[in-house]
């Protein structure tokens, strides 16, 4: 049962839609006011956003794929010098979602690590990403992989 990584195709889309609906099911539990509502139709749309980005110069979806399965993947992007968030360029990992069968496998290092390379090749000098506080397990990973806390994001409903 070895774990492929590949760039997504757009024949991944609807697997990617169930795992982004996942993510946006996990991201919800976590916060019902601050993230969007995973109703009908979550799947669709977040596979056409994954679509929009497939093709793109400065975005890149990796799948992990186990027995022609795809059981997870990352998306990734470059970002241009940010004058409001006070940072240069850098390279930001949007997602990481991986099957609750494929967890703690090595899917999610592997996919990190292939974001990474994308962005080291494309001259980027440093890797984002954003981590909820509770979720440990991720953080645990990302600080294994060699990142630090830098930000806390801060919400009030108005």
């Known amino acids: 049962m070895a774990i492929q990584i590949r760039q997504a195709e757009r024949k991944d889309l609807e697997a990617l839609g169930r795992l982004g609906a996942m993510l946006m099911h996990a991201h919800y539990a976590l916060d019902r006011e601050r993230f ?24 890149c979806v990796f799948v992990a794929e186990r027995d022609g399965v795809i059981v997870g993947y990352v998306y990734v992007a470059l970002e241009p010098l940010s004058w409001k968030e006070l940072r240069g360029p850098a390279g930001f990992i949007h997602d990481v979602a991986v099957a609750e069968d494929a967890r ?37 990973l990302f600080h294994k992989l060699g990142f630090r806390d830098t930000m806390v994001e801060m919400t009030m409903e108005l």
Request: charged content about 25%; overall charge positive.
């Open 36 to 59: 969007l509502t995973p109703g009908a139709g979550a799947e669709q749309g977040y596979a056409s956003f994954l679509g929009t980005v497939i093709d793109s110069r400065d975005d």
């Open 104 to 140: 703690r496998s090595g899917v999610a290092s592997k996919l990190i690590e292939a974001a990474i390379a994308w962005l080291r090749d494309r001259g980027a000098p440093r890797v984002l990403l954003w981590s909820a506080p509770s979720n440990e397990a991720a953080r645990r």
